[in-house]
């Protein structure tokens, strides 16, 4: 069974505070993805990497960053928190294989709450 | 970004009845296609993925694809109360990405 893990399930930071949020896979897995899902908008893509050290920013790459230092590892920096950043934040991870049927695992998420 | 819609819902069914689900996407290039049910407060799990225009059944789910009209839709036959959950439907850019519609919601009705 894939498993995508994440550091925290619920998170409450203040306002302008550097925020990480992690995420490790026990599958060795090449792809590895942030999403963050609102009411009414669906998941949103907001950074991905497809090999140790490199990122592609998604859709709402905006006052986030990342890094992957490991091949099992993601990080999600928020570098100066703000309101509108409270949200679900979930991590993915897939295989590199361009298969049809290769998709994506998710972790539990990580529900922020931004004061 | 490509666009995938969905009808966001609620659905209700119930209990023992067909629960039908549509998703339409933009890219006409899309080769595959996901649907996830998330149920509330957890993250997406998958449910299938269909990649060949026509059905394809697992258990009590169908997802049908029809490529000409850039339409998947999944069905859910006998349904139950534990189907109730949201559906998203994804579909796959690239190598990499998924795109996802902002998911349906359906109740099962006892």
């Known amino acids: 069974d894939v498993k995508v893990t994440q550091s925290s399930r619920y998170l409450v930071k203040r306002t302008g505070e550097k925020v990480f949020l992690e995420c490790v896979q026990d599958?060795?897995?090449?792809?590895m993805f942030w999403y963050r899902q609102d009411p009414g908008l669906g998941l949103r893509l907001i950074y991905f990497?497809?090999?140790?050290?490199?990122?592609e920013k998604g859709d709402i790459p905006e006052g986030y960053s990342v890094s992957r230092e490991k091949k099992e590892r993601f990080s999600l920096i928020l570098e100066s928190a703000s309101t509108n950043q409270t949200s679900m934040y979930l991590c993915?991870?897939?295989?590199?294989?361009?298969?049809?049927?290769?998709?994506?695992?998710f972790g539990p998420g990580t529900r922020l709450l931004v004061l | 970004q490509k666009e995938v819609e969905q009808n966001s819902g609620p659905l209700s069914v119930p209990e023992g009845a067909i629960a039908s689900l549509n998703c339409t996407y933009s890219?006409?290039?899309?080769?595959?296609f996901f649907w996830y049910r998330q149920y509330s407060g957890k993250s997406p799990e998958l449910i299938m993925f269909?990649?060949?225009?026509g059905d394809k059944e697992d258990g009590r789910f169908t997802a049908q694809l029809n490529k000409a009209s850039q339409y998947v839709s999944l069905l859910i036959r006998d349904s139950q109360p534990s189907d109730s959950a949201t559906y998203l439907c994804?579909?796959?850019?690239?190598?990499?990405?998924?795109?996802f519609g902002a998911g349906t919601t359906v109740t099962v009705r006892a």
């Open positions: 599958m060795d897995h090449e792809n």
């Open positions: 994804a579909v796959k850019e690239g190598d990499y990405k998924l795109s």
């Open positions: 990497s497809y090999d140790v050290k490199m990122k």
């Open positions: 890219d006409r290039g899309s080769q595959s």
């Open positions: 269909i990649y060949s225009n």
């Open positions: 993915a991870s897939s295989f590199a294989s361009s298969g049809f049927q290769e998709t994506q695992y």
